[in-house]
């Protein structure tokens, strides 16, 4: 019987736990760290703001903007993988954080009220779920009025030799070193096809665009095989 996409990301990422953060390490060549710290600047976070990581994974987003908002403020993180979900906790307890909270979800059906949340995040998780579309819904609801939603993926490059590089890296690189650093190939084969469906730069903003949200920036990162999306929940004035 064949697996669902929520089915086979679920089981991916219950697998693949232990060894996420060195992966994504080794397949990015440490940039994703740099492109994180980028979009935290652009995102200009706030002290004593509230916050939601959407499939915040290991919780390094999560962690980051906890730093960020400091002990007046308040983070979320949820994933679907309880798994993930451990290494995070052991993270956040290792910073002693206590205004941090990690949530067992759903990123299609997310467990907050409209009009939560000054920040919500999604970070290289909108790729592997069934529907984007539902889920810039989901973040664009449980944001506030003014309020941000911010995306930062892999995307496709535009610039002809870069991109079939690219494309030839995710198809034989990185499964490869999925089976050589995580004993994961077919895991990490998962990975680079549902980089290689997502929907390009512009594409992802006209989704933000329809998804409601206003005044949306898009930043590409590294010949853009990743792309941070910016937009803001109209404040009604």
Request: net charge positive.
């Amino acid at each position: 019987m064949q697996q669902s996409k929520e089915e086979r990301v679920h089981r991916v990422f219950e697998k693949i736990s232990d060894h996420y953060d060195r992966m994504n390490s080794v397949i990015s060549f440490k940039r994703h760290v740099a492109w994180r710290k980028d979009t935290m600047r652009r995102m200009n976070v706030q002290k004593g703001a509230k916050a939601l990581d959407v499939c915040c994974g290991t919780a390094d987003w999560t962690i980051a903007l906890a730093e960020a908002v400091g002990p007046s403020g308040e983070v979320y993180g949820l994933d679907f993988s309880r798994n993930m979900l451990k290494v995070g906790e052991e993270k956040v307890k290792e910073r002693g954080f206590q205004h941090v909270t990690l949530v067992h979800g759903n990123a299609m059906n997310l467990p907050f009220p409209d009009n939560t949340f000054d920040y919500v995040t999604i970070g290289f998780g909108l790729r592997n779920v069934p529907d984007y579309m539902t889920v810039l819904k989901e973040m664009y609801r449980v944001a506030k009025p003014g309020g941000k939603v911010v995306c930062l993926e892999t995307s496709q490059p535009t610039l002809i030799g870069f991109r079939q590089l690219y494309y030839a890296y995710f198809r034989y690189i990185m499964p490869f070193f999925g089976k050589i650093f995580a004993k994961s190939y077919e895991e990490y084969s998962w990975l680079q096809e549902s980089a290689r469906e997502f929907p390009g730069m512009d594409e992802l903003a006209d989704m933000f665009r329809q998804a409601g949200l206003v005044r949306v920036q898009v930043k590409p990162y590294t010949f853009g095989v990743a792309a941070m999306h910016l937009g803001y929940k109209p404040d009604g004035r």
